[in-house]
């Protein structure tokens, strides 16, 4: 059964009954996500090559692990300035292997964009530490 769904004056066939709505749009590298989103679950975007930057919405609270693993476009995270909560991370949510298997950062992730005065929050949260280099470029705060 074909369910019509309306967007912008025209009707979109979708083939399956009851299909949800994504939570997020990736358009031109950007990955945005809605501002009801909780969670980034376990490998969500593992291996995508089409994210090259993020951005997180205020009522983020976790992202679990390796939701970004293998995501070697990624350049940017950005946490939007009216944030709540410093989301809780797990372990290699961004994250590669090197060629022999070993644990590491992103290569050519090099800027995670936090507003200032949420800072010092994120440097002193569990997970977050070892971001801590790449903290809005690291040019306000070491």
């Not at 476009?73 to 797990?90: A, C, E, S």
């Not at 292997?97 to 590491?104: I, P, T, V, W």
């Amino acid at each position: 059964m074909k369910i019509p769904i309306k967007t912008e004056n025209k009707s979109i066939e979708n083939k399956k009954k009851n299909t949800p709505q994504r939570d997020w749009t990736l358009k031109n590298g950007t990955l945005n996500f809605n501002d009801n989103v909780k969670t980034i679950e376990k490998y969500q975007f593992k291996n995508n090559a089409n994210i090259k930057k993020i951005i997180f919405p205020n009522s983020l609270e976790t992202i679990e692990k390796g939701a970004f693993f293998g995501c070697e476009n990624l350049k940017k995270i950005v946490f939007k300035k009216d944030m709540q909560n410093i989301p809780n991370i797990y372990p290699e949510a961004f994250s590669t292997r090197d060629e022999n298997g070993k644990l590491k950062l992103l290569n050519n992730l090099n800027n995670i964009e936090i507003p200032q005065e949420r800072l010092d929050d994120f440097i002193n949260a569990n997970g977050w530490k070892k971001y801590k280099k790449l903290f809005n470029n690291n040019l306000k705060k070491k």
